[in-house]
């Protein structure tokens, strides 16, 4: 079992930026990759990036340039620097994990309970 928890949310203005951060906990989270999804009201949940226990880093082209992930594996907590936000970046945010890049897109295993990322224009 691995346990996630979101926190870093809030309002910012457009061109402003935040930080993401997902804490993890289970026994075995060092074996997971730890992605972000994000959802907008009536839209479904989107892929936005992902890394795995070695850094490897995956991000999706809406966000590519703008949006860096990392891990600090000590901490077992994975973070999400939010960069020149548009009001189109508006979603609650969410951190996922699954064992490898292609299950973790598609089905994770284990999801946080999300936080509400809002840009102002």
């Known amino acids: 079992q691995v346990q996630l928890a979101e926190s870093g949310g809030g309002l910012v203005q457009t061109g402003g930026s935040l930080r993401l951060s997902c804490a993890a906990s289970g026994r075995t989270v060092r074996h997971y990759l730890i992605g972000w999804f994000r959802q907008s009201p009536g839209k479904d949940r989107d892929f936005v990036a992902a890394?795995?226990?070695?850094?490897?880093?995956y991000y999706a082209d809406s966000v590519k340039g703008r949006f860096t992930i990392s891990r600090d594996n000590d901490k077992n907590t994975a973070y999400l620097q939010l960069n020149t936000l548009k009001p189109e970046d508006t979603a609650v945010y969410y951190c996922?994990?699954?064992?490898?890049?292609?299950?973790?897109?598609?089905?994770?295993?284990?999801w946080g309970q999300g936080t509400q990322v809002t840009v102002s224009s």
């Open positions: 890394i795995s226990w070695g850094n490897s880093t």
């Open positions: 996922a994990a699954n064992t490898h890049i292609a299950s973790l897109t598609r089905r994770p295993a284990y």
